[in-house]
Each structure stands twice: as structure tokens, then as C-alpha cells.
């Protein structure tokens, strides 16, 4: 069943130039390594060529995934995104009442989340937890560690 997936702009630009250069280099390579192996003779013994194969598979699975991707991808209109509580792409400053730690995440779509930037899946715990509150609010999220108390200090389209 095909379902809906959302990106942001720059996210679906990245999935376009992946499939692009799946499409006109990986592919034209791969194709070229089956050449190659297959002119050493004996294809039921090289190994050469198997693996060549094998590779051709799992890039045609890789090209047709993303595709699919496409075909059901979503760009998020920001312009329809209320900036008063916290929704995807907000950018949320929070305080971990717990040990006083100020933290920063950008809560994005689940395939853009990349946590050493700060970018922090909206179907997370913590992301749950946050949708909807609105800047002083106090919340209790329960994460694998524990029940976490947060402040929203601030929020903010990044």
C-alpha cells in the first residue's frame, strides 16, 4: 500500500538527485562491471559476474524504492503551519528541568531526521510529547530513559 510520505523542499530536492545519480551513474556503472565479467568467459563459475548481478539487483530495488517515494511524496506548505505551538519544522528551544540543560531540535518529516543536526523526527517520543504546546508550557515526556520534564522556552520556523 502506498502512503503518503512528506519532505520539505531541500528534502525532496536530495531524493531527486539521489535517484538522478543512481539512474545516470550507478546504473551505466554496474551495467558496465556485467560487460566486463561476462567477457571472461564461463558464466556459471565468475564470480566476477555474480556479484556484478547481484549489485545490479539491489541498485534496481534502491532506483525503484525511491521512485515509489516520489510518486507518493508531499511537500510540506509552511505557509499553512501555525507559529503560536509547536508543529513540524518548528524549531524548538527547550530546558531540561530535570539537570537545567537547554537543548535546540528542528522537529522535521521521519525520513529528513538527522540527530547531530539537531533535526529530530516528528514521530519521535520527545516530538510527540512537544506538538501542540506553546512557548512556557511544562512537559512531561515519557522517553526509553524515563519520564523527562521539559520548558518550551522558545519556538521558531527555522
Not at 565468475?46 to 556484478?52: I, V
Not at 527547550?94 to 528542528?106: D, E, G, I, P, R
Request: proline share 3%; aromatic share 4%; net charge neutral.
Amino acid at each position: 500500500m502506498n502512503q503518503v510520505k512528506y519532505f520539505t523542499k531541500e528534502g525532496l530536492e536530495k531524493l531527486k538527485d539521489e535517484l538522478e545519480k543512481l539512474k545516470s551513474v550507478e546504473r551505466p556503472a554496474v551495467s558496465q562491471m556485467i560487460a566486463e565479467a561476462r567477457e571472461k568467459g564461463d558464466l556459471s563459475e565468475n564470480a566476477e559476474y555474480d556479484a556484478a548481478k547481484n549489485e545490479q539487483g539491489m541498485l534496481e530495488l534502491r532506483i525503484a524504492k525511491l521512485e515509489e517515494t516520489l510518486a507518493n511524496a508531499r511537500v510540506i506548505d509552511e505557509s499553512q503551519l501555525d507559529d503560536s505551538k509547536i508543529s513540524i519544522l518548528t524549531t524548538v528551544k527547550l530546558k531540561n528541568l530535570n539537570n537545567n540543560v537547554v537543548m535546540s531540535y528542528t522537529l522535521v518529516p521521519e525520513n529528513e531526521a538527522d540527530i547531530k543536526n539537531g533535526k529530530i523526527s516528528v514521530n519521535s517520543p520527545i516530538a510527540q510529547g512537544l506538538l501542540g504546546k506553546k512557548k512556557g508550557e511544562t512537559v512531561k515526556i515519557k522517553v526509553p530513559a524515563g519520564l523527562m520534564t521539559f520548558r518550551v522556552e522558545d519556538i521558531s520556523r527555522s
